[in-house]
């Protein structure tokens, strides 16, 4: 089922109000980024890891969180 041009439009209009611009959409992505790939430093060996480890050592809950958190990036 294809969706049309005008349908696609009202739904872009619903959505809640955020900026669509290239810079305000590439700076969203680069801090959801950083949230899962590189947020906190291990004291000691100073290794950069992210809530996407922590959160995907929990079984199932871990995967799903992760897996939502990845999904709005894309």
Known sequence: MAISEEQLKRLAEQLPDVSRDPQAVRNR???MEKVLERAFVIPGINRPIGLD??????????????????????
């Open 29 to 31: 992505v680069e801090a």
């Open 53 to 74: 480890s922590l959160v995907g050592l929990i079984p199932v809950v871990g995967d799903i969180a992760t897996a939502l958190m990845g999904a709005y990036i894309v």
